[in-house]
């Protein structure tokens, strides 16, 4: 990760003054500097990142309408921190007060009402004014009575004639709108030549590159700069930025190796982001293979539950019915699948300390996203500790839970059978106060069962006694499944990516091989569950869903 501007003087202050006066760039420059204080802020209040990254936009939507009347442009990030907090906090209360889970798609703004209405001179405001220019006239008038006019929500649908449910769901959608631009570049038609979305995952463990690339502008420039190097001029000009704000956002890229730098003083992107017309000939047939695959995994479902039921599960309270889609998940992610292909090499040692690689590809619009398998574990240093991993796909909602270290030493402690919070604070050496707030946590999402003072987990644990039975079996359908559908299909993505002119990255292809294959066993979930063989999980899905427990060996 880059290393970190210091939080104000004079460098602030000059920026603060060329803000004021209507320069775009000194603004931008100013959201990049202090975006990661002002989420490391809302992190820490509300423990979630999307909720974090709302309460962040709010931050800075409630700045810019401030930034007039800031008296000490030197104290301009303790100032943000401030806000943040109040943001933040203001969007727990309501949480609180709604404490029913909303998809994030469907839920509604915090509403930020300033205590007067900006100047309409106000630089800022003209700023976020042209951020608006491709809105409907409809929305725009809500955001800007709402946001810039200081109205309620109740307000603006009185004045409009809408329902104040409908306001705050137009004030979501818009918010979104700017926060995915974050406030720098315009929503562009891609045909018209502009800004390009990059979905981009990481391979390994976290890094810094997360907090480079969130946002659209990196990854834009690493799509513009994606097989031919390119000064940082010509990338702004082709991603419509300024080109201070493309500098910094290479500079950041280069650091954290997601760009490389010639001698020349050009740039290119140093992993395999492929452009929208490579992703699709590389992903074509993908769906189609799913089907197939997924009549291999329906045919061989008698096997599988005689395995689940010889197994200790049943007996502890996890019949088929409810195994079925932890098991799926388990053949068709790291247990069987991966374990069969061989491992993933280890990334490229990278400069925050951790080994990673990166992939990506360009957004396509107008076409759904493929499903994937995936199988997120977390552990502490401890290797102990029961490793608890959660099953995930991008077609699936569902409420994540990756427990921290209390956490973990809690469910090892229940892993061996049910026990109390007095065995759990024994085995685990916490105190008395840290064991009842984790076990607390833990019932309260679900993952966790309390009958009297008994505990138990509320997913499957896979004992030693329980991996010799459903092994073999899980072993057995993702060999066939590997060999008849997976590999002949994955074995042409190098041969794609050679022509589509990434050869400069041809160490990276395996990494595309593997991740076709887990797009296959994705969508063969999918079908499974289009065909009802699979149950359809409520939208989000509890915690406990998929939710998979074993020791470490």
């Known amino acids: 990760m880059g290393a970190e501007r210091p939080p104000g003087g004079r460098g602030d202050e000059r920026l603060v003054q060329r803000a004021r006066g209507g320069d775009l760039a000194a603004l931008d420059r100013l959201v990049a500097r202090h975006r990661e204080a002002v989420l ?60 029913e889970h909303v998809p994030l798609d469907h839920a509604g703004p915090v509403s930020v009402r300033p205590p007067e209405a900006p100047r309409p001179d106000d630089p800022a405001v003209a700023r976020l004014r042209a951020s608006l220019a491709e809105l409907s006239g409809r929305d725009r008038r809500v955001l800007v009575l709402h ?126 982001a492929l452009d929208a017309a490579d992703w699709r000939a590389l992903t074509d047939g993908v769906v189609a293979q799913g089907a197939e695959a997924a009549d291999l995994l329906e045919a061989h479902l008698p096997r599988l539950e005689e395995a689940w039921s010889d197994s200790s599960l049943p007996g ?69 500790l029961l490793r608890v991993a959660h099953f995930w ?30 065995a759990v604070t024994r085995a685990t050496g916490l105190t008395g106060g840290e064991a009842r707030a984790s076990v607390a946590d833990m019932v309260r999402l679900g993952v966790v069962t309390k009958r009297g003072k008994r505990l138990a987990p509320a997913f499957p644990v896979i004992r030693p006694e329980d991996d010799q039975v459903l092994q073999p079996a899980a072993d057995a359908v993702a060999a066939q499944l590997r060999e008849q559908v997976i590999t002949p299909f994955t074995a042409r993505a190098g041969g794609v990516l050679e022509r589509a002119g990434y050869g400069h990255l041809r160490e990276q292809f395996p990494l595309w091989s593997w991740h076709l294959g887990s797009n296959v066993a994705g969508e063969a979930l999918h079908h499974l569950m289009a065909r009802g063989v699979l149950p359809t999980p409520p939208r989000p899905a509890p915690a406990a869903f998929c939710l998979i427990g074993w020791p470490a060996a």
């Not at 796909?393 to 427990?403: C, D, N, T, V």
């Open 40 to 99: 490391r802020v809302t992190r820490s209040v509300l423990g979630d990142w999307d909720q974090a990254e709302d309460a962040a936009q709010e931050t800075f939507l409630e700045a810019l309408r401030g930034l007039s009347g800031l008296r000490e442009a030197g104290k301009l990030r303790p100032w943000l921190c401030t806000i943040a907090r109040r943001c933040a906090q203001r969007q727990q209360r309501r949480a609180t007060e709604h404490p």
């Open 147 to 272: 946001y810039l006019d200081g109205y309620s929500c109740r307000e603006v649908g009185a004045r409009l004639g809408l329902a104040t449910g409908t306001v705050k769901r137009i004030l979501h959608t818009c918010r979104r709108h700017i926060r995915e631009g974050e406030g720098i570049m315009p929503e562009v038609d891609t045909s018209r030549g502009g800004p390009r979305r990059l979905n981009w995952w990481i391979w390994g463990f976290w890094g810094g590159a997360h907090q480079v690339l969130n946002g659209l502008l990196p990854g834009a420039i690493c799509l513009a700069a994606n097989k031919q190097a390119k000064s940082a001029a010509a990338i702004a000009r082709e991603v419509h930025a300024h080109v201070a704000y493309v500098q910094e956002a290479l500079d950041r890229l280069v650091v954290e190796e997601a760009a490389a730098r010639t001698r020349n003083g050009r740039y290119r992107t140093n992993f395999l």
């Open 316 to 384: 502890r309270g996890f019949p088929w019915a409810v195994g079925i889609w932890p098991m799926m998940a388990i053949l068709t992610c790291n247990w069987a699948l991966r374990r069969l292909g061989g491992p993933v090499p280890d990334g490229p040692l990278r400069a925050s300390g951790y080994r990673y690689w990166l992939c990506g590809h360009e957004q396509v619009r107008r076409r759904r996203q493929l499903w994937t398998t995936g199988c997120n574990a977390q552990h502490g240093r401890d290797a102990s």
């Open 393 to 422: 796909s991008h077609g699936l909602e569902r409420e994540s839970w990756l427990p921290d270290e209390p956490q973990q030493r809690a469910v090892t402690a229940l892993a061996g059978g049910p026990a109390s919070v007095a």
